[in-house]
T-cell receptor
Framework: ETGVTQTPRHLVMGMTNKKSLKCEQH?????MYWYKQSAKKPLELMFV???????ENNSVPSRFSPECPNSSHLFLHLHTLQPEDSALYLC????????????FGPGTRLTVT | SQQGEEDPQALSIQEGENATMNCSYKTSINNLQWYRQNSGRGLVHLILIRSNEREKHSGRLRVTLDTSKKSSSLLITASRAADTASYFCATGDNQGGKLIFGQGTELSVKP
């Protein structure tokens, strides 16, 4: 939609599965973000990467493992998730790493059964 | 901790009416942004207002910022059914690139 793509768009996984979410930005930005959006809750920032280096880990459980191989790609590896991890996971990117405008992908709707 | 809080949580109006949403925040900011989200989709940036600005316009959108009251408002004039969405404010600081989002206002515009 805005130069940031996410795959898959929908994912159903069991608690013992391992899966990965992928985000790619085509905007030449230097910063990338993972957010979690649960029903009736504000967006929760999970991780921030700036020039491929992780600069923020917002006390996220270790069952979520991010990976940023380059400035255009961001992954979120998932393993042994819990049903309460079901949510919309949003990726975003920005040119300005200092709180500027962010561009969001369409999100991955994750259901943990 | 949550920074921005929107008010009201839900707003229902008729097409053609104006919609006003408010946002309050707690700490010093570099800028305040408004985003829109259609159901289950990604957020779309609407407008950014810097801490040294008081008002900004973009098409049918008007944003005000009062740093003394730590509050902002988003006005959508002559609303359309297509404006139905959730609207979020987000505050940015000078450190680390974090944006802190509020819980959002669900706007419903009835044709």
């Amino acid at each position: 939609e805005t130069g940031v793509t996410q795959t898959p768009r929908h994912l159903v996984m069991g608690m013992t599965n391992k899966k990965s979410l992928k985000c790619e930005q085509h905007l030449g930005h230097n910063a990338m973000y993972w957010y979690k959006q649960s029903a009736k809750k504000p967006l929760e920032l999970m991780f921030v990467y700036n020039f491929k280096e992780q600069t923020e880990n917002n006390s996220v459980p270790s069952r979520f493992s991010p990976e940023c191989p380059n400035s255009s790609h961001l992954f979120l590896h998932l393993h042994t998730l819990q049903p309460e991890d079901s949510a919309l996971y949003l990726c975003a990117s920005s040119q300005d790493p200092l709180g500027g405008q962010q561009y969001f992908g369409p999100g991955t709707r994750l259901t943990v059964t | 901790s949550q920074q921005g809080e929107e008010d009201p949580q839900a707003l229902s109006i008729q097409e053609g009416e104006n919609a006003t949403m408010n946002c309050s925040y707690k700490t010093s900011i570099n800028n305040l942004q408004w985003y829109r989200q259609n159901s289950g989709r990604g957020l779309v940036h609407l407008i950014l207002i810097r801490s040294n600005e008081r008002e900004k316009h973009s098409g049918r959108l008007r944003v005000t910022l009062d740093t003394s009251k730590k509050s902002s408002s988003l006005l959508i004039t002559a609303s359309r059914a297509a404006d139905t969405a959730s609207y979020f404010c987000a505050t940015g600081d000078n450190q680390g690139g974090k944006l802190i989002f509020g819980q959002g206002t669900e706007l419903s515009v009835k044709p």
